[in-house]
């Protein structure tokens, strides 16, 4: 299947799925407490990526918990392209291929073809038609036929291993969502200011403050994720 030409990782790293059993034992920052709140309650997140990488700040969200409400805060805030981060086997069973088998992007960002709900949307684009879409794609029994290409919404396939293999905000999502004990699936979409330029720096502070949102680093993660990876290896010795 076309789906296959998506390069195998450079990075082999264990699922944040691995991880979950230890937020019962092991200590939990209090900044990434806050955003795995969220998630599960549904509200945004900022996620920035580290300064020398795109330099970037992403409102994530869970799939799972995603509202119309919250949709239209990605629209009205952000760059408008939604894009749905999904794990490699989620973009498998969906039989979603690459949107060019030749990845040329400078982070190797891995879009697949944009997607649609096959029913139960009109124009596809509103607020509303994006979270119906979001939640046809995610459902536990979706098949292929369940969507349709293209569309206005725009899948990401997360690389297995989460931050640990990629430093990416679609990365970094899927493993928030996990943490966060729901299905490994999320919406991003990038902040912008208002007049067309990408949210930076202290701006990013101020939206944050603004709208109540927890902030957090991939950088952050990664060290949490790798705290935990630590933490199995030792509860592994004394087996």
Same mark, same amino acid.
């Given at each position: 299947?076309? @789906? ?106 891995? @879009? ?111 060290? @949490? ?15």
């Amino acid at each position: 299947m076309s @789906f296959a030409t998506f390069p195998a990782p450079s990075v082999i790293a264990d699922s944040a799925s691995l991880d979950l059993p230890l937020l019962a034992t092991e200590p939990v920052p209090p900044r990434i407490a806050a955003a795995l709140q969220a998630m599960r309650d549904g509200r945004a997140v900022v996620l920035q990526d580290d300064h020398d990488r795109e330099n970037e700040a992403d409102l994530i969200v869970s799939a799972e918990r995603l509202s119309v409400e919250t949709m239209a805060l990605l629209i009205r805030e952000c760059s408008g392209i939604v894009c749905l981060c999904l794990p490699d086997e989620k973009i498998r069973a969906l039989e979603l291929p690459p949107m060019s088998v030749n990845n040329e992007s400078r982070h190797g960002t891995a @879009f697949t073809v944009s997607i649609e709900a096959r029913d139960g949307v009109t124009t596809g684009v509103s607020a509303l038609d994006r979270v119906t879409t979001i939640r046809a794609a995610i459902n536990d029994t979706a098949k292929p036929a369940d969507i349709v290409r293209p569309g206005h919404v725009f899948p990401l396939r997360a690389q297995p291993g989460g931050v640990l293999a990629r430093r990416g905000h679609t990365e970094g999502t899927v493993d928030l969502a996990i943490l966060a004990g729901l299905k490994p699936a999320g919406v991003l979409c990038e902040l912008m200011n208002a007049d067309g330029t990408m949210t930076r720096g202290a701006d990013v502070e101020r939206f944050a403050q603004q709208h109540n949102l927890p902030m957090l680093t991939i950088a952050e993660l990664v060290e @949490f994720r790798q705290a935990l990876a630590t933490a199995r290896e030792l509860v592994a010795d004394e087996v």
